[in-house]
């Protein structure tokens, strides 16, 4: 299933009328009913106490020490929501389940939960972080760009074109430790339509782990021509403790 289809599938469905979490039909909006968009804030991250750049809370939002040590390539991070039940089945639904109805009320709890700076950023292109040949065929379609679709119509952005970055298959980074997440990204992204010089563009992803992904493929980009690289991820993985 191609980007397009995918899109077309998402934007054409009839309005869900029973929540996806609860499976009541009472005060239902974009899938999920208001006692569930209520009890799902708990999950929602704090931009003003967060890392700007992993996302670690740190009281102030200032850079932690570990990002201070080793920047990441990216120039701004950020989360909607925590990893965390029933968030992390929703996504799961989504992605490994090929439940395209999870699309909209994923893209939905993004948009209640924005990026703090999002209005004073100017982006030329969004591009969801795209996966391997092999991957796509075997999944059908990409989550990510599943929510693009709804997010870069609500913003009124511009889609970076699929071809534009090739990803090398490479055996999934959910299955890897935090090491070798890194070492399994390692130029797995080829660019592969010029890009604009100086041009600004945010990634969108349905999770961020380790920003290993985010990372090299932000580099990538910059290297191609991109001036600022930006992140947005539904979910980020809680931090250990």
């Known amino acids: 299933m191609d980007f397009l289809s995918c899109w077309r599938r998402i934007a054409d469905a009839p309005t869900i009328r029973r929540c996806v979490l609860c499976h009541g039909s009472?005060?239902?909006s974009d899938g999920i009913c208001g006692g569930c968009r209520d009890?799902?804030?708990?999950?929602?991250t704090d931009a003003a106490n967060s890392c700007p750049l992993c996302f670690r809370h740190i009281q102030g939002g200032s850079v932690c020490g570990a990002c201070q040590k080793k920047p990441p390539a990216f120039d701004r991070m950020w989360a909607s929501l925590y990893y965390e039940l029933p968030v992390s089945n929703m996504i799961r639904a989504l992605k490994h389940l090929a439940d395209l109805s999870m699309a909209r009320p994923l893209a939905d709890l993004m948009m209640q939960n924005p990026p703090d700076r999002l209005a004073d950023e100017c982006f030329d292109f969004v591009l969801p972080v795209p996966l391997g040949k092999e991957r796509l065929l075997q999944r059908g379609f990409n989550q990510s760009e599943s929510i693009v679709g709804l997010l870069a119509q609500h913003y009124g952005w511009r889609t970076l074109p699929r071809h534009t970055v090739f990803r090398r298959h490479r055996p999934p980074?959910?299955?890897?430790?935090?090491?070798?997440?890194?070492?399994?990204?390692?130029n797995a992204f080829e660019i592969r339509e010029p890009l604009p010089k100086g041009c600004n563009i945010l990634l969108i992803d349905d999770v961020f782990t380790t920003g290993a992904t985010l990372n090299e493929l932000a580099?990538?980009?910059k290297k191609s021509g991109a001036r600022r690289v930006c992140c947005w991820?539904?979910?980020?993985?809680p931090m250990k403790k």
């Open 219 to 221: 580099k990538m980009l």
């Open 233 to 237: 991820t539904l979910a980020r993985t």
């Open 173 to 186: 980074q959910s299955t890897l430790k935090g090491s070798e997440r890194r070492r399994n990204i390692k």
């Open 39 to 44: 009890d799902l804030a708990a999950y929602r």
């Open 26 to 28: 009472s005060g239902v």
